[in-house]
């Protein structure tokens, strides 16, 4: 979240960011997603998805990985960027 969060004003400057944390039982559930800015920022749409991948981004989907979880980034429908996290919790 904190990457994310730290990315948003960055990358779609005045979008508004909304974060999602759900607590599944055995796991929690994130989301970032920011609107489509207002004038583009930063990179071209689409250059910052997992697999075409930004070391920071490819950074957290590792660290999501090593805690048998997953992590999804990249361009939204109709504009903005999300990234989608699910991280298992261990009693």
């Known amino acids: 979240m904190q990457e994310s969060l730290?990315?948003?004003?960055?990358?779609?400057?005045?979008?508004?960011?909304?974060?999602?944390?759900?607590y599944l039982g055995d796991a929690l559930d994130?989301?970032?997603e920011n609107a489509a800015?207002?004038?583009?920022?930063?990179?071209?749409?689409g250059e910052?998805?997992?697999?075409?991948?930004?070391?920071?981004?490819?950074?957290?989907a590792e660290r999501a990985e090593l805690l048998g979880g997953r992590l999804e980034?990249?361009?939204?429908?109709?504009?903005g960027f999300g990234v989608h996290a699910w991280l298992p919790v261990r009693p």
Do not use: E, K, M
């Not at 980034?73 to 504009?79: E, F």
């Open 48 to 60: 910052g998805t997992v697999a075409g991948g930004t070391r920071g981004l490819r950074g957290l």
């Open 6 to 22: 730290t990315n948003a004003p960055r990358y779609a400057a005045g979008a508004p960011t909304t974060v999602t944390l759900s």
């Open 73 to 79: 980034a990249g361009p939204r429908p109709g504009g």
């Open 37 to 45: 800015a207002a004038r583009a920022a930063g990179r071209p749409p």
């Open 30 to 32: 994130v989301t970032v």
